[in-house]
């Protein structure tokens, strides 16, 4: 077929499929434009922030910050070997590799929320379950950058330290570890600014923290406080983001 | 200590073939000796087996015919540890320096001889406390002593293959094997490391066997040239003895 004519063809067919999508989704601008005052009522009941509760929320704050941590560490050290198997360049066998990548994207595909619920049946509602959640999910996006870089590292120094006689292990722990750091180090940084995102989420479905608490006050209609807990949440992702930016750069 | 003259054979290289597996025939029986002292040189054109030779030497590349002796010992059969053994023995340097740039020149050069000291803390990534006296002799001894704490990333590319050299030197080899070691190095650079790899000869005794591609250097600085085309000796002798006849000839490209 002509360019001429298959242009306006896959036009038409992208709007169609637009338009599938607002039957589907059932959507009406009509009522969001009528409900807007809605909106505003909240917002106006929501301001001025309550303050007031503010030294209670340090200990939901801290849960929420610590699941992300959690998460985040044992991320890291689950993502390691999986992405050391999934890396082409020096996995020991086709079949570890094809497991690795299986792992790899069986946890990210299967979402974080998915995870806590199967964690809750385990362990019980709470923190924990949350952060073991974290942890799995993380495996997925971790172990695939780290195996990305992994196979992007200049072997060089690889095929050198080999060839003095050096083991695998010292080959990996003075070759491969010193090139790698630094970029893994910024990874799991930008995985922790995810997981202190995903934490707030897992917080409304059961795992604590300023998500429980919000879902709360929400519930309780104490829309002051959850414009509080709003800025608290801000300040905390606008935190992490600038401060693990930084330090990413110190160590480009 | 000043060697008088080539001591015993330390590389011996007998028939050796190499066959690819889509059907190019990169060496076709080579013949070399190297003995201790001895500057040898290998010159030729792109393409002409130089790089198959010295790969096929440690293995790297499995040769498909022949047999290498170092120290008298044959590499063709071993594996594993014997393998490692014979690797240890020779020191090896490319193109590239290959550092890990981030670490420091002294910790590059000390990574040189892990395969003499296997233990738990070096597998975990801590240098050899004993080496690290040695390696700054070796620093010194490529005239690099003064940059020991800097980052290796940071020195320039004749500085960096000098640093690969000293960890070549950690290793404590007998023999050297360096693969176009200047390629893509300025002039300036290209000649001191000729000069340091001439002098390790020489002072140190040590058997030294260079691929490169400029024969104004091989001249300069071997003891024997060995011209290699489309993967045959065709010349093996002392630097006077090659003409410019023959030097056309081995860069000339195959139809001519």
Do not use: D
């Given at each position: 077929m002509r360019r001429s004519t298959l242009l306006p063809l896959i036009l038409l067919l992208g709007i169609g499929l637009f338009g599938q999508s607002l039957w589907v989704i059932d959507a009406r601008l009509s009522e969001l434009i009528t409900g807007v005052h809605g909106m505003a009522d909240i917002l106006s009941r929501a301001s001025p922030p309550d303050f007031s509760s503010l030294p209670d929320i340090v200990w939901p704050t801290l849960e929420t910050l610590d699941i992300a941590l959690f998460g985040t560490v044992c991320g890291v050290i689950m993502a390691i070997p999986f992405a050391v198997l999934a890396a082409r360049n020096v996995t020991p066998s086709k079949a570890l590799y094809y497991f690795a990548r299986s792992v790899i994207a069986l946890t990210r595909a299967v979402p974080d929320l998915i995870w806590a619920l199967l964690f809750v049946t385990a362990?019980?509602?709470?923190p924990f379950p949350g952060a073991l959640a974290l942890s799995v999910h993380s495996i997925g996006m971790l172990g695939r950058l780290f195996a990305e870089r992994i196979e992007d590292m200049d072997m060089g120094a690889v095929e050198a330290l080999t060839l003095t006689g050096a083991g695998r292990a010292q080959v990996f722990t003075h070759a491969v570890v010193p090139a790698l750091a630094p970029s893994l180090l910024g990874i799991a940084l930008y995985r922790f600014d995810e997981n202190l995102r995903s934490s707030l989420v897992l917080g409304f479905v059961g795992a604590g923290g300023l998500g429980f608490r919000m879902l709360t006050a929400m519930n309780l209609f104490q829309y002051r406080e959850v414009s509080m807990l709003l800025i608290v949440t801000f300040l905390l992702v606008v935190g992490a983001e600038q401060i693990s930016s930084a330090l990413r750069k110190l160590m480009a | 200590m000043v060697h008088p003259g080539p001591g015993a054979p330390r590389l011996i290289v007998r028939q050796l073939a190499k066959r690819y597996p889509n059907g190019r025939v990169a060496l076709k029986g080579v013949d070399l000796t190297v003995r201790d002292g001895e500057l040898v040189v290998i010159l030729g054109s792109n393409g002409c087996g130089k790089s198959t030779l010295l790969r096929s030497i440690v293995r790297l590349i499995e040769p498909t015919e022949g047999q290498v002796l170092i120290d008298g010992c044959a590499v063709g059969g071993l594996d594993g540890e014997g393998l490692r053994r014979v690797r240890m023995a020779c020191g090896m340097i490319f193109?590239?320096?290959?550092?890990?740039?981030?670490?420091?020149v002294l910790a590059n050069v000390a990574t040189g001889s892990l395969g003499r000291h296997r233990s738990f803390a070096t597998a975990m990534g801590l240098l050899p406390r004993a080496e690290l006296d040695a390696a700054k002799g070796f620093l010194q001894e490529v005239g690099l002593v003064d940059f020991a704490q800097q980052r290796a990333g940071t020195l320039s590319g004749g500085q960096q293959q000098r640093v690969a050299i000293a960890r070549a030197l950690a290793q404590r080899p007998r023999l050297l094997l360096a693969d176009e070691p200047v390629a893509s190095l300025d002039p300036e650079s290209a000649r001191e490391i000729m000069a340091l790899l001439r002098r390790l000869a020489t002072e140190d005794g040590l058997a030294v066997l260079t691929v490169l591609h400029q024969p104004d250097l091989a001249l300069a600085y071997a003891d024997r040239v060995i011209g290699l085309k489309e993967g045959e000796v065709v010349f093996d002798g002392t630097p006077d003895g090659i003409s410019a006849a023959m030097v056309d000839l081995l860069y000339q490209r195959h139809a001519a």
């Open positions: 362990v019980g509602l709470g | 193109q590239h320096a290959n550092l890990v740039g981030r670490r420091n």
